[in-house]
Each structure stands twice: as C-alpha cells, then as structure tokens.
T-cell receptor, first 112, second 114 residues
Framework: AQSVTQLDSQVPVFEEAPVELRCNYS??????LFWYVQYPNQGLQLLLK??????LVKGINGFEAEFNKSQTSFHLRKPSVHISDTAEYFC??????????FGAGTTVTVRA | SAVISQKPSRDICQRGTSLTIQCQVD?????MFWYRQQPGQSLTLIAT?????????ESGFVIDKFPISRPNLTFSTLTVSNMSPEDSSIYLC???????????FGQGTRLTVV
C-alpha cells in the first residue's frame, strides 16, 4: 500500500519570495511521483512528474521538484512566487496498479 | 495529452434524487477513474471505470450508490444515487494517458445537495 504525506497544510508566502512544499511517501514498490495544482473552482493540472532518470524535475510555471529515494521525498520548489500561484497543491504517487494516491494538499497563499 | 470534458460543471439537487455526471475524453484511453473531493479535502478514489464491464469500487464505495458506466474507450458516467447532503462534493473524472504515466482530470462537477 502507498501513502503520501504533505507536511504543510498551509503555506503563506510573500510575492517574489521562494516557496517549498514538502512531500514524503511510503511504498513497497516503485512508484511514479507527481505534483498537481488546483486553482480555485478548477480541476487539477499537472505541474510536473518524476518517472525515472534525473532526480531534479522541472515543470510548468517555474516549479521544480527533487526526488530523493533515500528520504522517500519529492519536495516542490519555486524560487519566486507570484500572486497567481495562490492555489491548492497536491502530491501524488502512482504505483503499478495505476491508481493515484493523493496527499492531503497544501494551500499556498501568496500575499503582496 | 488528453482533454477531458465533464458535465454538468455544477448542480444543486434535492435530497433523495439522483444525478448523472458525464465524462468525455478527446482520445481513446485505457483507464478512467472517478474521484470525490469533499470540501476542503483531498481526492478520494471512488472507482475504476472498466470498458464493457462492471466498475471496480474502492473500499467504502458501492455500486448501488455510485453506479458507473463506460460503454467505450472515450466516455464514462457516474451517477450519485439517492443523494443526501453528505454527498455534497466535487466529483472528478480522470483518464490515464499513454503508457499510464500521467493522469488527466476534468474540471470537476460541484454538487450541492439540499
């Protein structure tokens, strides 16, 4: 069985400041890792994914994430946030049964 | 990539009634799923919609409450039956892309039961 833990439920941050959203997972099998963003009143949009290869993954809108196998982590970062980055962010794992498991989500609020 | 159209986008329903949500994908996909997102919470998988056969339900979800159809590789429906206020949630359709290495989501259906 898989589980995903997002360590921060809410992250307030000032505009142009960096942000890091933490995600840890547990799984007995190899998994693919994802970060999704949900803007207010919208569905989920894929930010980035890790399948294999380089542990540093770059996604859309200036986001990147680093896969750390030894720490079973997949933290999301952005060096400078904008007001428009205010959203809910979900970390997810995809095991070999193809069923996504989501973390509880992190609410990012960007303030001017 | 796959584009998923889901309708209705929102609805307000009376308790005791049923609502059917439609999900249309713009390309053939092998796997389709239905999720529920209760207010302020994460996504919970309801079931896997299997083409041409009965859906596979997750623990806590049953066919009588959430009947699902998938007549072909691009379309699925989820019905929320005999609704109560506790069914008020966002319901999302998802499809796995080629190689099953990415999941695409519809915009969701915001259901309010009064």
């Amino acid at each position: 069985a898989q589980s995903v833990t997002q360590l921060d439920s809410q992250v307030p941050v000032f505009e142009e400041a960096p942000v890091e959203l933490r995600c840890n997972y547990s799984s007995s099998v190899s998994v693919y890792l994802f970060w999704y963003v949900q803007y207010p009143n919208q569905g989920l949009q894929l930010l980035l994914k890790y399948l294999s290869g380089s542990t540093l993954v770059k996604g859309i809108n200036g986001f990147e994430a680093e896969f750390n196998k030894s720490q079973t982590s997949f933290h999301l970062r952005k060096p400078s946030v904008h007001i428009s980055d205010t959203a809910e962010y979900f970390c997810a794992v995809l095991p070999n049964d193809y069923k996504l498991s989501f973390g509880a989500g992190t609410t990012v609020t960007v303030r001017a | 990539s796959a584009v998923i159209s889901q309708k209705p986008s929102r609805d307000i329903c009376q308790r005791g009634t049923s609502l059917t949500i439609q999900c249309q994908v713009d390309s053939q996909v092998t796997m389709m799923f239905w999720y529920r997102q209760q207010p302020g919470q994460s996504l919970t998988l309801i079931a896997t919609a299997n083409q041409g056969s009965e859906a596979t339900y997750e623990s806590g979800f049953v066919i009588d409450k959430f009947p699902i159809s998938r007549p072909n590789l691009t379309f699925s429906t989820l019905t929320v039956s005999n609704m109560s206020p506790e069914d008020s949630s966002i319901y999302l359709c998802s499809a796995q892309g080629s190689g099953n290495t990415e999941a695409f989501f519809g915009q969701g259906t915001r259901l309010t039961v009064v």
